[in-house]
T-cell receptor
């Protein structure tokens, strides 16, 4: 069966510090991968998605970047965090072929920038 | 206007009641419809998935889609305290993007 791992679960970082959040998927090959941010009462905002190694599409211009160095690994980064980067970050995967648009989410990372 | 509007709630119901959750959408290209359940401080968990108008049942859960009215619903029968969570509707036109509602928080009182 497929599983998705996201870490860390919580993170407190000072303004101006770098960020690296990691997401890995097991039990599937060539998944589509997604990073979302969830703000209270505002639903999920798509930040980045990737359909393959090294292929990244950005939905919202911002202080963050994403990379996909391996088939089942997706990384969210920032060189200098802003207060507004605080939030709940979710990684998701989707089969690239069958069962279109069914996305499965990780447990999330709660980021507090102080 | 948001692409997806979800009744904001919150909803508080007694155990055993029927919970009714609703979303409306404006994009007529949406053809895949999902409901996710999210417990506090956890990631969303897929509950129901459908791509056609009509009803789909899974245990105590029924998903309803009316494409002509651009309206979807989720019904929870015989609600339990363990159903207390935030419910998110999501939909897609078949590309890579899911559009989500803002979520409705449900509390089932024992």
């Amino acid at each position: 069966s497929q599983t998705i791992h996201q870490w860390p679960a919580t993170l407190v970082q000072p303004v101006g510090s770098p960020l690296s959040l990691e997401c890995t998927v097991e039990g599937t090959s060539n998944p589509n991968l997604y990073w979302y941010r969830q703000a209270a009462g505002r639903g999920l905002q798509l930040l980045f998605y990737s359909v393959g190694i090294g292929q990244i599409s950005s939905e919202v211009p911002q202080n963050l970047s994403a990379s996909r160095p391996q088939d089942r690994q997706f990384i969210l980064s920032s060189k200098k965090l802003l207060l507004s980067d605080s939030g709940f970050y979710l990684c998701a995967w989707e089969n690239s072929g069958r069962a279109k648009n069914i996305q499965y989410f990780g447990a999330g990372t709660r980021l507090s920038v102080l | 206007q948001k692409e997806v509007e979800q009744d904001p709630g919150p909803l508080s119901v007694p155990e055993g009641a029927i919970v009714s959750l609703n979303c409306t959408y404006s994009n007529s290209a949406f053809q895949y419809f999902m409901w996710y359940r999210q417990y506090s401080r956890k990631g969303p968990e897929l509950l129901m998935y459908t791509y056609s108008s009509g009803n789909k049942e899974d245990g105590r859960f029924t998903a309803q889609v009316d494409k002509s009215s651009k309206y979807i619903s989720l019904f929870i029968r015989d609600s339990q305290p363990s159903d207390s969570a935030t419910y998110l509707c999501a939909m897609s036109a078949g590309d890579y993007k899911l559009s989500f509602g803002a979520g409705t928080t449900v509390t089932v009182r024992a």
